[in-house]
C-alpha cells in the first residue's frame, strides 16, 4: 500500500479525491485557499481536514524517508537481504523500522561486544543450537575459549549468555512481541520523591498503560520533571520472560538450556525492559501531546471565534496595586482617545480620586463597557467599578477580560511599535479593551502559547504546538477576513500566501499612497506576485471600495462567474451592495445546470450566492454575544443550588472553567457537564459558550467553586 492509498484508506477520502488534494498542496497552495476556493476538488473537505491530511502526509513521507534511509545503511554493510526488504517496507512506524535496523546499527561497547571482540561468537552459537546432548560436554567446549581476557570456562560461558542476550535484545519480532505485553498488561506507577502539594493525588498510584488519560501522563511527567514524583512502569514479568522462552528454547532438556534462560532474563532485565520503558513513556507522551495539542486548538479556535463587540467603546481597565491601575479609553474603530492612571487599591485607596477620573472618562467619551482584566488586583478593582457604575446610574456595564498574553505583547517589538509613548501597562489596557471588540484581531498579536486556554503547553513539543496553533490562528484569520486598509500587519500576516515581510509592504503601501480602492492593486505591493495575489486575495476585504465583491469572500477569479449571475436574473453589482438573494432564483433553474451556464462548480455557485446575501458579513456576528454586568458577585455571595449565567473560559481533559462573575471560575468537571454520559468535555462545551449552570458547593477557604448542569434543562 502506498503512501497514497494508506491516507485513502486512513481519512476515509476517495484515492482520486486526495491524490488531487494532495497536488494542490505540494503545488504550495495554502489550506485556507484550498478549504476554500478549490471545494470542487477536494469534495469540500473543511481546513480540519486538510491540515489533518497535510500532517499524516508528512509524517507517512518522513516514515519513508527512514525506511529508505535504513536499507541504505544495511545495505553498505552488504547484508540487505529480500526478506529483510520486505520487512522494512511492511513497517507502519518508525520504532519497527528501528527495532529491524536494530542488530545492524554501530553499536557502543558492550558486553555482547566484549563477548564477541574476545572470540567467544562461537561458543554462543553453540549453546544457542541448544542440541539434546553435546560432545565433548558444554563445560569441554567453552574451555578451548579459556584467554588471558578469559581466564574461567564459567567465564566463557557468560560472555556467550552475553552475546545471546544481546541477539535476543535485537530480534524485531521479540521486541514487538514484549512491547505489546507491556503496554498490554502493564501499568503506570508513580510515588512521592519530594513534598509538592500540586502532585499529591500521585504520590502512591497506579493505573494500567491502556487505559491512561493523557492529562495524567502530562501530569505524571511535570511531576517527575519537578524532582516531585518518581515514575516507573511495572510489566508482569515472569509473563513476558514466560512467552519469550515459549518462542525461543527449542529443548527444554537440552544442557545449554539453562544458559539460554538466563540469557533471556537478563536480556530482557538489562537491555530490553528499561528501553522498552522509554520508549513507551515516550509513545505515551507523544500521543498525549496531540491530544492536548487537539484540545488547545480547539479551545484556541473557539476563542478566537467569539463575537465581536462591535460598535462600543470601551474603557480598558488593567488592575494593579503600588503601581496603580492603567486605563485606555478605546473608541469603536479601534482608536486610543485617552489614558489615565488611577489608584482605588492598596497601598494608596485614593477610591474617591479615581472615582472622578472614571466617571470623568466614561461621561466624556459616551464608555459603553469596562472591561478589566483579571490579573493581580482584579477582584478589588471590580468591586471598585461596580460601585462607581451603580453611582453613575446609566447605562454603562462592566466585564472581566482574561488578560493571558496582555503583558508578552505589551513588552512585544509589536506593542512598542503601535504605541511607542505608551509603558507596557498602558498598552495592557488598550489590549484588554480591544481583545473585547474584536477578539481575533488583538489576540493574533500574541503567542498562541501565552493566551491561556491550554493545558501543560509547556510540556509538548514546542515546534509542533506552534505549527498546530498556528494553523488555527490561519484558519480562523481566513474564515472571518480582513479589511486590508485597517487591518495591522500581525493580522495581514496570517492572510493565506503572505508572510510578514508581505504584510509589513502592505501596510507601507497603504501608508504611502492611501486607501486601496480595490483588490487587484496588492499587485502594485513590492514583492506581492501573482502567487500571493491568487492565495491572498478572496480573503481580504475592502468596504466601500469601487468594486462591490471586494467586500465579499467571492474570489477575483469567480467575479465573471458572478456578474454573469446577477445578468442572468437582471441584477447590476449595485443591487448586490446591501445584499442580494437570488437562491430561490437559482433553485428554479437548478443548480448544476446553472453552474455548468457559469462555468464553475456546484459548491462555487453556493458559495457565490451566499457572499452575495451579505456582502462584508462576519460570520461571528451570530454568535452569542459577551456577557456584561453592572454588579460585583462575591464567592461569600454563593449558595448551593443557585443558578448563574456564566461563559466557558477553558475546556480541559477533566471538565472546564466557567467564569460566573466571580473573581475564582468555577469547576464544572465532566462529571457534572451533562445528564448523559460524555467521554470529554468538548462534546458539550467550548470556550466562549455562555451557559446556566449550578452552584454544587464552595469552599471558601481554598476559594474554589464547584457547579453542576445536572438536572438543568
Known amino acids: 500500500m502506498d503512501i497514497l492509498e494508506r491516507l485513502s484508506d486512513e481519512l476515509k477520502i476517495p484515492y482520486p479525491r486526495l491524490e488531487a488534494t494532495v497536488r494542490l498542496l505540494d503545488d504550495g497552495n495554502t489550506v485556507p485557499f484550498v478549504a476554500r476556493y478549490r471545494k470542487e476538488v477536494t469534495g469540500g473537505l473543511d481546513d480540519t481536514v486538510l491540515r489533518t491530511l497535510a500532517d499524516r502526509l508528512a509524517a507517512l513521507r518522513s516514515l519513508e524517508k527512514r525506511k529508505e534511509e535504513v536499507k541504505a545503511l544495511i545495505d553498505a554493510q552488504g547484508k540487505l537481504t529480500p526478506d ?9 512506524t518508525v520504532t519497527e523500522v528501528d527495532d529491524l535496523y536494530r542488530p545492524y546499527r554501530p553499536k557502543r561497547r558492550t558486553r555482547a561486544s566484549v563477548a564477541r571482540d574476545r572470540g567467544l561468537s562461537p561458543l554462543a552459537a553453540l549453546l544457542t543450537e541448544q542440541r539434546r546432548s553435546y560432545a565433548p560436554p558444554l563445560g569441554e567446549a567453552a574451555a578451548a575459549y579459556i584467554s588471558e581476557d578469559v581466564p ?68 505524571v511527567n511535570r511531576g517527575e520533571k519537578e524532582e516531585a514524583l518518581t515514575v516507573s512502569i511495572e510489566a508482569d514479568r515472569e509473563k513476558i520472560l514466560s512467552e519469550v522462552l515459549r ?30 520503558e522509554r520508549e513507551i513513556r515516550a509513545d505515551l507522551t507523544d500521543t498525549a501531546g496531540e491530544s492536548a495539542i487537539a484540545l488547545f486548538s480547539v479551545n484556541l479556535r473557539n476563542l478566537l471565534m467569539q463575537s465581536p463587540l462591535k460598535g462600543k467603546t470601551v474603557l480598558g ?33 485614593d477610591i474617591d480620586g479615581a472615582k472622578r477620573t472614571v466617571m470623568r472618562l466614561i461621561r466624556k467619551y459616551a464608555v459603553d463597557v469596562v472591561a478589566i482584566g483579571n490579573g493581580t488586583a482584579s477582584g478589588e478593582s471590580e468591586m471598585f467599578i461596580a460601585d462607581t457604575l451603580s453611582e453613575m446610574g446609566g447605562n454603562t456595564k462592566y466585564i472581566i477580560v482574561s488578560e493571558a498574553g496582555a503583558s508578552v505583547y505589551s513588552a512585544s517589538e509589536l506593542g512598542a511599535e503601535e504605541f511607542p509613548d505608551f509603558d507596557v501597562t498602558e498598552r495592557s489596557a488598550v489590549s484588554i479593551a480591544r481583545r473585547l471588540q474584536d477578539p481575533l484581531a488583538e489576540l493574533v498579536k500574541i503567542d498562541p502559547k501565552s493566551i491561556g486556554v491550554g493545558q501543560y503547553q509547556h510540556d509538548m513539543k514546542p515546534a509542533r504546538l506552534d505549527e498546530a496553533l498556528t494553523g488555527v490562528v490561519e484558519d480562523c484569520v481566513n474564515a472571518v477576513g480582513v479589511d486590508v486598509n485597517t487591518a495591522s500587519w500581525s493580522l495581514l500576516s496570517y492572510i493565506a500566501g503572505i508572510n510578514a515581510a508581505s504584510a509589513k509592504n502592505i501596510v507601507k503601501y497603504r501608508e504611502e499612497n492611501g486607501e486601496f480602492r480595490r483588490r487587484r492593486e496588492l499587485m502594485k505591493v513590492p514583492r506581492f506576485g501573482a502567487k500571493a495575489y491568487e492565495q491572498a486575495a478572496g480573503f481580504l476585504r475592502i468596504p466601500g471600495g469601487e468594486e462591490i ?91 448551593e443550588g443557585m443558578i448563574l449565567k456564566g461563559t466557558v473560559r477553558n475546556v480541559i481533559d477533566f471538565g472546564a472553567f466557567v467564569d460566573i462573575g466571580v473573581h475564582q471560575d468555577g469547576l464544572l468537571h465532566i462529571s457534572e457537564i451533562s445528564d448523559r454520559f460524555i467521554r470529554h468535555p468538548s462534546e458539550v462545551l467550548a470556550v466562549g459558550d455562555v451557559i446556566e449552570v449550578k452552584i454544587k458547593s464552595v469552599d471558601l477557604k481554598r476559594k474554589r467553586i464547584a457547579l453542576t448542569r445536572k438536572g438543568m434543562k
Request: proline residues 6%.
Open 152 to 219: 574461567t570456562v564459567e567465564d566463557a560461558l557468560a560472555g556467550a549468555r552475553d552475546i545471546i542476550a544481546e541477539d535476543i535484545s535485537d530480534d524485531a519480532e521479540l521486541r514487538g512481541l514484549i512491547r505489546r505485553m507491556t503496554v498490554s498488561d502493564g501499568r503506570i506507577v508513580t510515588k512521592q520523591k519530594a513534598e509538592n502539594p500540586v502532585f499529591e493525588q500521585y504520590y502512591d498510584y497506579s493505573e494500567p498503560i491502556r487505559t491512561i488519560r493523557p492529562h495524567r501522563v502530562l501530569a
Open 247 to 276: 518462542r525461543v528454547m527449542k529443548h527444554r532438556d537440552s544442557p545449554a538450556a539453562p544458559h539460554i534462560e538466563a540469557a533471556v532474563a537478563d536480556g530482557y532485565d538489562r537491555l530490553i525492559a528499561p528501553s522498552v
Open 317 to 349: 481597565f488593567d488592575p494593579g496595586y503600588r503601581t496603580g491601575c492603567k486605563l485606555a479609553v478605546v473608541t469603536p474603530t479601534g482608536a486610543v482617545a485617552d489614558t489615565a492612571v488611577i489608584y482605588p487599591t492598596k497601598p494608596r485607596e
Open 84 to 92: 529483510l526488504i520486505a520487512s522494512i517496507d511492511a513497517a507502519a
Open 549 to 639: 465583491l471586494d467586500n465579499t469572500g467571492v474570489h477575483p477569479e469567480s467575479y465573471g462567474a458572478a456578474e454573469k449571475l446577477l445578468t442572468r436574473f437582471g441584477k447590476t453589482k449595485e443591487d448586490a451592495r446591501g445584499g442580494l438573494s437570488l437562491r430561490k432564483e437559482a433553485a428554479g433553474v437548478g443548480m448544476k445546470t446553472l453552474a455548468a451556464e457559469l462555468g464553475v462548480g456546484e459548491m462555487t455557485l453556493s458559495d457565490i450566492l451566499g457572499e452575495l446575501e451579505k456582502p462584508g458579513r462576519d460570520i461571528r456576528d451570530s454568535l452569542p454575544p459577551p456577557v456584561l454586568r453592572d454588579r460585583v458577585l462575591s464567592i461569600e455571595d454563593l449558595t
